[in-house]
């Protein structure tokens, strides 16, 4: 690869982390505990992935995550840290290896969600199921809760992209990216 693909990817890759961090602030729905469903951030950090490829979105994932911890992290645990900020975030990057697939958008952006919520949803039962109402099953409360949150983005951003202006225009920049 050449110097200056290297560079347009760093760059775009640390732009899709900063809009991601800013979407992030835009909360649609905010539970508490620190739940919420945001303006398509989850989005801004697969597209690292489904430009660049997995190598970039995987670090790109990575640095996402330290940056949200660094930013305001709740740590309880270091597993709890590993499931919820490096390996949940590090997730966001699998859009990555579906970059050049058929549908890779859609596909790569799912798999990168669900394996997000996997990591919560673990995390939310072992180490957070003592906030779960009385009588409710620690593991039913964190797939609610990170259902809620988590899997609820995901899908309404699915629902976006595919509004046609918006998929095209995707497919477009990713086509302008790759000449």
């Known amino acids: 690869m050449s110097r200056n693909k290297n560079v347009s990817y760093l760059v775009l890759c640390a732009v899709m982390i900063a809009l991601s961090i800013g979407l992030n602030q835009i909360k649609l729905l905010h539970l508490p505990y620190g739940g919420s469903i945001t303006l398509l951030s989850m989005l801004a950090a697969t597209m690292a992935g489904y430009f660049c490829g997995p190598k970039w979105g995987l670090a790109s994932g990575l640095a996402l995550g330290l940056l949200n911890l660094a930013f305001g992290g709740y740590v309880i645990h270091p597993i709890q840290l590993m499931l919820d900020y490096i390996l949940a975030f590090t997730a966001l990057g699998l859009s990555g290896f579906f970059w050049k697939a058929k549908n890779g958008l859609y596909i790569g952006y799912a798999v990168a969600v669900i394996v997000r919520f996997i990591c919560s949803f673990i995390s939310g039962f ?11 099953i620690p593991w039913v409360y964190s797939l609610a809760y990170n259902g809620m949150t988590i899997l609820a983005e995901g899908v309404i951003t699915l629902v976006i992209l595919a ?3 918006v998929h095209n225009n995707i497919y477009r920049l990713k086509d302008m ?3």
């Open 126 to 136: 072992v180490f957070f199921g003592e906030y779960a109402p009385e009588g409710m």
């Open 163 to 165: 509004i046609p202006v």
């Open 177 to 179: 990216f790759d000449a």
